[in-house]
């Protein structure tokens, strides 16, 4: 198995040479895929493969999909509706002495992120804006992390569909899962194989 040293330095060689075109398509999405037990050896190597990724000419745009959920979840217009009907549920639950199920709090939540495997504007609104950042750069790549923050609500095959036809500079994503096939990948390894990827995996 490829450390996650090697794993990066085949994704730079990928870089340097383009995207190949094949049946999963042509747009330079490549995926570092990882076990979730290197969650946190990743966050603490991002910065020397940005600087990596920097001294090979690249002009790195950065988009943490933690930061994107919680700034749209903080700023939600139905916001004050979700904590009070929380609080009210929680009361109900208490009283009954019957625990919490959050599937529907969850169910909530992932609809104000995306409906029908279409993004919501708040989400898509600054993936757009990132694009746009990457697109006035000659050399610009866009590196997304921190999928795990997407977790129960959508996957990051959602944003991929999203970001098709959108896509003129490469695109790294940092995936914690697990790789099945060629282009299967499990999403935190345990949900189901999902073939629906037209991306370049490494890993």
Known sequence: MLSLKDKFEELRLRLGAGRRLEST??????????????????????KAWLARLEHD????????????VRTVFQNHRLRRIWLSSEKELIAQVESKGM????????KTLAKALS??????????GPIDAKLREVDALPRGLLLIS??????????????????????????????????????????????????????????
């Open 115 to 124: 409906d029908n495997s279409q993004l919501a504007p708040e989400l898509a």
């Open 57 to 68: 000419g690249w002009q790195v745009v950065t988009l943490s999909l933690s930061d994107v």
């Open 99 to 106: 625990p919490l199920d959050f599937r529907e709090i969850n």
């Open 146 to 203: 921190d999928l795990e923050a997407l977790h129960p609500y959508l996957r990051i095959n959602t944003i991929e569909a999203y970001m098709r036809g959108r896509i003129q500079r490469p695109v790294i994503v940092l995936y914690p899962g697990k790789r099945e096939g060629k282009t299967s990948l499990r999403f935190l390894e345990f949900y189901p194989a999902d073939p629906n990827y037209r991306s370049e995996h490494i890993g």
């Open 25 to 46: 398509g042509s747009e330079p999405i490549f995926y570092l895929v990882f076990p979730v037990s290197e969650i946190l050896d990743v966050k603490r190597q991002s």
